[in-house]
């Protein structure tokens, strides 16, 4: 686990933040207000809306991500890209953008960076020699392997609180509405 007294030196103390954090994944209690005497605030409002519960969900399960990837030095872009190059070898780049829905010039730097770290190769393209197949390296296949293995465990803590059939059923109806 790397040392995280550096980060937390530079964060503000609890006193001085407007709002607790509070990761609802580590089994402790918290209610989201600033004090216990603080009168309770209305989002009745906000939370009738798509966006906001979508938001406020996966800020939730990626506060958890990013500290569990932290070790692998993967935020979740950068996981997103290695399991597309793991599931399927030899993917161009052109399709990890419409896969994805990242923006070329963006997923140039990350292809750049991923390389560099040796966690992947580029070939060339089979039926496009303009194009470069993505592969993972050995060194790559290793690290996402252990990425997976705890990414699948978190998902399994942070969507405890739901049976197997609501998680699919959440899961659906959120595809729907980015798919449509």
Known sequence: MPDTSTHNALRRPRAARKTPRVDPFDGAEGSGTATPSAPEVDTQY?????????????????????????PFGLRPVDFSVLSVIAHNPGVTSRQICAALDILPPNLVGLVKSLHKRGLILRKTHPTDRRAQ????????????????????????????????????????????????
């Open 46 to 70: 906000l939370e009738t809306l798509l966006g906001y519960n979508a938001r406020r969900a996966a800020l939730s399960v990626i506060t958890v991500f990013l500290r569990r990837m932290e």
């Open 133 to 180: 197949g993505l592969h993972l390296s050995a060194a790559g296949q290793r690290l996402y392997r252990e990425a997976q293995a705890t990414a699948t465990m978190l998902e399994h803590e942070v969507s405890g609180r739901l049976s197997p059939e609501e998680l699919q059923t959440l899961i659906g109806l959120l595809r729907k509405v980015y798919r449509a």
